[in-house]
């Protein structure tokens, strides 16, 4: 296909990403699949500018304010998220609001397909895929006359996508402090968030690496298969990886394959897991013959990590409030082996854990906390616009009713994990504190020997800048006294 058409049906994968619940490579696997007429060419420019669009949106949309100043372009618009910097079209990106301004997402007009071809032609531009004049093509067959009532001339058009192709650039390069936020694309304040407690000279080296697409790790799961063995295998399939210089058992693929051409992926010998996510759950430091529960087990990536590193020996009670994601958990810890885990519905942080009062208190409880995510954005660029204040807000309410909750439910001489994928104070070390200031009976004490990158108190915390993984925060509390278990 050519690119006008392939921005056409970019702005129809936007908005459709934009009105669902899922996150944005969801979106995009599923568009792609249904669409068998689109070829390997096809495909990477569609994923390229989709991403790239996202990842610079409003850097991309003050652009566009820019460039067509005094058209009915540059008028916000709630249905296309535009600009995603005003409070109306930051709406549009939420999904699951309960007092969002509208329950159901609106149908596409003209409109709609108009703004979110010039994002995408000018992340297509930026890229170098594809030059001002054909996304002016492109935009000038799109242009909503029967909605606004004014014709427009294909000159002007022109004109205006090479101006806002020009103000990106210029905008990619602050002058200012103050300008940083706009050039790295990030919300205003979302970017004061992670200033805290961080040096100014690091944060645009910090937001940059956020903007670069992730790499690929997984993790030999060791219940069925050696690390050495493992690399063997993907070596013979012609997919070379390199060992992680964080996780032991993290093998990083040079480059993105589809998951059904790995070997004996089926046969449960792999997991895609990020590194750093694999470095949670060592420092954690479950051991065989332990009761652990993961608190918040999700799609069950660390619950499966922690059962291998338990050497499938001891009991793991794997929660979670969704029961469906706990049902989709069920094939995943049969392809690995693991014997050692249960998995239970927990009724949220505010209700009651029923199944657990016949559990004897733990040996190990991992807390995997929900959090901003603001350490995947490499994976996840959508969400620093389906965040705002008050998200973060209930987040971190969350977070500390989770800690609350289960402190008691460790042994004396077990270990609380506190985690989250987030590189805000606010979720991290904050949470820490005020942890340890209401709980006099635990202390912070990494696992002895662990190898891992540590603060100078003894927390885990990991980010793309300096550890090349997502970003990853834990905090392991001890529990004063003895019992069982290590």
């Not at 937001?207 to 670069?212: F, G, I, S, V, Y």
């Not at 540590?454 to 550890?467: F, I, N, Q, V």
Request: aromatic share 6%; net charge neutral; hydrophobic share 40%.
């Amino acid at each position: 296909m050519n690119n006008k058409a392939l921005l056409q049906l970019g702005s129809e994968l936007l908005f459709l990403f934009r009105h669902g619940n899922g996150p944005a490579d969801s979106a995009i696997s599923a568009y792609i699949r249904e669409r068998k007429f689109l070829g390997a060419t096809d495909k990477r420019f569609l994923t390229d500018v989709y991403y790239h669009a996202i990842r610079h949106l409003r850097r991309i949309d003050e652009s566009i304010l820019s460039a067509f100043a005094g058209s009915p372009l540059a008028e916000e618009r709630f249905s296309a998220g535009f600009p995603v910097t005003s409070e109306k079209g930051a709406w549009a990106w939420v999904r699951g609001r309960a007092d969002a301004p509208e329950a159901r997402a609106p149908r596409p007009n003209a409109f709609d397909r108009f703004v979110d071809t010039t994002r995408l032609g000018l992340a297509a531009v930026e890229l170098k895929l594809e030059t001002a004049a054909v996304v002016a093509e492109e935009l000038v067959r799109a242009w909503p006359v029967k909605e606004i009532q004014t014709p427009v001339q294909p000159k002007s058009i022109a004109r205006m996508v090479e101006r806002a192709a020009e103000v990106m650039e210029l905008f990619a390069k602050p002058r200012r402090i103050v300008d940083e936020d706009r050039a790295a694309s990030f919300p205003a304040w979302l970017w004061g968030q992670l200033s805290m407690h961080r040096a100014p000279e690091e944060l645009p080296a910090l937001a940059r690496a956020l903007n670069q697409q992730s790499s690929v790790a997984m993790r030999v799961n060791t219940l069925r298969a050696s690390v050495n063995q493992a690399a063997k295998a993907l070596e013979a399939a012609a997919l070379p990886t390199r060992p992680s210089a964080l996780a032991p058992q993290a093998l990083i693929l040079d480059s993105r394959v589809a998951r059904n051409t790995i070997p004996h992926m089926r046969d449960g010998w792999f997991e895609m897991q990020d590194d750093g996510s694999q470095l949670v759950s060592i420092y954690a430091d479950p051991m065989p013959g332990q009761l652990v529960v993961d608190a918040c087990a999700g799609g069950g990536g660390k619950a499966l990590h922690l059962a291998a590193l338990m050497m499938n020996e001891g009991r793991l009670v794997a929660m979670d409030s969704d029961r469906d994601r706990l049902a989709r958990m069920q094939p995943r810890i049969e392809r690995s082996g693991a014997a050692v885990i249960d998995t239970t519905v927990s009724y949220g942080p505010g209700g009651e854990l029923p199944s657990l009062e016949k559990l004897p208190l733990a040996d190990l409880v991992l807390i995997d906390a929900p959090c901003s995510g603001t350490g995947t954005l490499r994976r996840n660029p959508e969400a620093r616009w389906r965040l705002s204040p008050s998200t973060l807000e209930e987040l971190l309410r969350t977070q500390r009713e989770l800690l609350s909750k289960w402190a008691p439910r460790v042994r004396p001489g077990g270990a609380l994990v506190y985690a989250t994928c987030s590189l805000l104070d606010c979720e991290n070390a904050s949470q820490t504190r005020d942890f340890l200031a209401a709980h006099r009976d635990f202390r912070l004490e990494p696992p002895e020997g662990f190898a891992g990158p540590l603060t100078p108190k003894g927390e885990l915390a990991l980010d793309p800048l300096h550890h090349g993984c997502d970003g990853f925060y834990a905090a392991r509390f001890v529990k004063a006294g003895s019992g069982r278990g290590k």
